[in-house]
């Protein structure tokens, strides 16, 4: 119910908001009504989700102590280093750029595509913002409400004004040909790929593209004869596209900022205290991320405790507990596998199967 009274609050707002942005709906096209009620139940369906998915434990645990440690006076010292290497990880997508130059590329063009084509493409929609025509053949730039200021229309300036959508179309088109040649030809993800989930958002994106380019040129070169029919069909992708969004793959494009707040737990966790491997007692991991892993785990209901209590060699972590109970804290307080670094459970691992070898051969086969 939570998650179902934020959405519609999340969709109350955005409709304050075009109504105040277009001055009582007065600048409100209402030939773009489709767009906006679109736009609307995706906002209430991302906000529903989004809340849905940070009451889980995992996610809202993590998403706590990132505000939690956003907030902290002694962290406010790191962050002169710490938001650049955020902000450019999330944006230039570092991430990928390790993986390979080609799909950095891809990623790169259709990210800044759909988010370009976003921020002008919902402004319009809205009636935020709008342009006119002064007698002296000057546009005007208005912003909810207010006149910016004035350019001519056949200026360099203009001309990118004017067609801005066109070059993040062009932007977005580029990427989606890369998107596609890979997803038909690397055998790799043709294996593991699924149709619904990577091969339908593609192609409603490149249908927005094409149908969106097509308006241009029809307006363009053909005088508009075909423009109701094609902004028809525009304005069905669109709006299926939107729909979408909640529940498809687009969806990670909302959830990616919150790894701005894993990246500070993590940074922010070298110099706290660590834990210590219950086997050979290297230090290994910050001890609040193991505390919180073992807590989260306890939650849904994955015991892996080894029923002995933690030794003097481990180190527990201080911090102030992200929601926990009494009881919680009492088992995370045991040993558990979780306490143990990599390589210590490879080799038990490897020693529990030698151990399984008997007289009669190996035990499990």
């Given at each position: 119910?939570?998650?179902?009274?934020?959405?519609?609050?999340?969709?109350?707002?955005?409709?304050?908001?075009?109504?105040?942005?277009?001055?009582?709906?007065?600048?409100?096209?209402?030939?773009?009504?489709?767009?906006?009620?679109?736009?609307?139940?995706?906002?209430?369906?991302?906000?529903?989700?989004?809340?849905?998915?940070?009451?889980?434990?995992?996610?809202?645990r993590?998403?706590?102590?990132?505000?939690?440690?956003?907030?902290?006076?002694?962290?406010?010292?790191?962050?002169?280093?710490?938001?650049?290497?955020?902000?450019?990880?999330?944006?230039?997508?570092t991430?990928?750029?390790?993986r390979?130059?080609?799909?950095?590329?891809?990623?790169?063009?259709?990210?800044?595509?759909?988010?370009?084509?976003?921020?002008?493409?919902?402004?319009?929609?809205?009636?935020?913002?709008?342009?006119?025509?002064?007698?002296?053949?000057?546009?005007?730039?208005?912003?909810?409400?207010f006149?910016?200021?004035?350019?001519?229309?056949?200026?360099?300036?203009?001309?990118?004004?004017?067609?801005?959508?066109?070059?993040?179309?062009?932007?977005?088109?580029?990427?989606?040909?890369?998107?596609?040649?890979?997803?038909?030809?690397?055998?790799?993800v043709?294996?593991?790929?699924?149709?619904?989930?990577?091969?339908?958002?593609?192609?409603?994106?490149?249908?927005?593209?094409?149908?969106?380019?097509?308006?241009?040129?029809?307006?363009?070169?053909?005088?508009?004869?075909?423009?109701?029919?094609?902004?028809?069909?525009?304005?069905?992708?669109?709006?299926?596209?939107?729909?979408?969004?909640?529940?498809?793959?687009?969806?990670?494009?909302?959830?990616?900022?919150?790894?701005?707040g894993?990246?500070?737990?993590?940074?922010?966790?070298?110099?706290?205290?660590?834990?210590?491997?219950?086997?050979?007692?290297?230090?290994f991991?910050?001890?609040?991320?193991?505390?919180?892993?073992?807590?989260?785990?306890?939650?849904?209901?994955?015991?892996?405790?080894?029923?002995?209590?933690?030794?003097?060699?481990?180190?527990?972590?201080?911090?102030?507990?992200?929601?926990?109970?009494p009881?919680?804290?009492?088992?995370?307080?045991?040993?558990?596998?979780?306490?143990?670094?990599?390589?210590?459970?490879?080799?038990?691992?490897?020693?529990a199967?030698?151990a399984?070898?008997?007289?009669?051969?190996?035990?499990?086969?």
């Open positions: 119910m939570l998650s179902i009274g934020a959405g519609v609050v999340a969709a109350l707002i955005l409709v304050a908001l075009i109504a105040l942005g277009s001055r009582g709906f007065h600048w409100f096209d209402a030939a773009l009504i489709g767009y906006a009620v679109a736009t609307i139940f995706a906002t209430a369906a991302v906000t529903y989700k989004y809340t849905f998915w940070l009451a889980r434990p995992p996610t809202g993590y998403w706590r102590r990132s505000w939690q440690l956003f907030l902290s006076y002694s962290n406010f010292r790191r962050y002169t280093a710490l938001i650049p290497a955020a902000i450019g990880d999330l944006f230039a997508q991430f990928i750029r390790k390979g130059l080609y799909r950095w590329i891809t990623h790169q063009c259709i990210f800044w595509g759909v988010l370009l084509s976003c921020l002008i493409t919902f402004p319009l929609t809205f009636g935020w913002l709008r342009f006119t025509q002064s007698p002296t053949g000057l546009y005007r730039i208005w912003f909810f409400g006149g910016l200021f004035d350019f001519p229309s056949h200026s360099l300036f203009g001309f990118t004004v004017i067609h801005a959508l066109d070059f993040t179309a062009a932007l977005l088109f580029i990427g989606l040909v890369l998107a596609f040649h890979r997803r038909f030809h690397d055998l790799a043709i294996t593991i790929q699924r149709f619904r989930f990577d091969i339908v958002p593609l192609a409603l994106l490149m249908a927005i593209v094409v149908t969106g380019l097509a308006l241009t040129a029809d307006s363009t070169w053909l005088g508009g004869a075909y423009y109701w029919y094609i902004s028809l069909t525009h304005e069905t992708v669109v709006v299926l596209w939107l729909i979408s969004l909640p529940f498809g793959k687009f969806f990670h494009l909302i959830e990616r900022p919150a790894t701005v894993i990246e500070l737990y993590w940074r922010t966790g070298e110099s706290t205290a660590q834990q210590r491997c219950a086997r050979c007692g290297e230090e991991a910050p001890a609040r991320f193991i505390q919180d892993l073992k807590r989260t785990l306890n939650e849904v209901g994955e015991n892996y405790s080894l029923n002995k209590p933690l030794s003097a060699t481990n180190t527990v972590s201080d911090e102030p507990v992200v929601k926990s109970t009881e919680q804290e009492q088992a995370i307080n045991m040993l558990w596998w979780q306490d143990i670094c990599p390589s210590c459970k490879r080799v038990m691992r490897a020693q199967n030698l399984a070898l008997g007289r009669e051969g190996n035990q499990f086969l």
